[in-house]
Nanobody, 125 residues
Framework: QVQLVESGGDSVQAGGSLRLSCAAS????????MGWFRQTPGKEREGVAT????????YYADSVKGRFTISQDNAKNTVYLQMNSLKPEDTAMYYC??????????????????WGQGTQVTVSS
């Protein structure tokens, strides 16, 4: 099994920054496939960013491009989400996720099998 634990969520004013971390355990090898999602009450879960480390392939939702950066430290099985220029609309519960199997096909068809419990990010105006 894989366990994911997010941290770093906080309350911050618009324009501020936060760095979210997601520590993964239970791997036999380091994972190269990781993603961040967010969900606001009443809205569907939204993909924020994903990374395929082997080829440095990243994805960002249009709403966060230029403001958020995803990175991964495979030695620690940890993925990060640097969040800058935060806006009130970024307020959400943020989750990290990873697939059971990580390979190049995941880039074309991303799948997520393991999820963390989430960390709350609140941005006030």
């Amino acid at each position: 099994q894989v366990q994911l634990v997010e941290s770093g969520g906080d309350s911050v004013q618009a324009g501020g920054s936060l760095r979210l971390s997601c520590a993964a355990s239970g791997y036999t090898v380091s994972s190269n496939c990781m993603g961040w999602f967010r969900q606001t009450p009443g809205k569907e879960r939204e993909g924020v960013a994903t990374i395929y480390t082997s080829l440095d392939i990243t994805y960002y939702a249009d709403s966060v491009k230029g403001r958020f950066t995803i990175s991964q430290d495979n030695a620690k099985n940890t993925v990060y989400l640097q969040m800058n220029s935060l806006k009130p609309e970024d307020t959400a519960m943020y989750y990290c996720a990873t697939p059971r199997y990580c390979n190049l096909d995941w880039v074309r068809i991303p799948r997520f099998d393991y999820w963390g419990q989430g960390t709350q990010v609140t941005v006030s105006s």
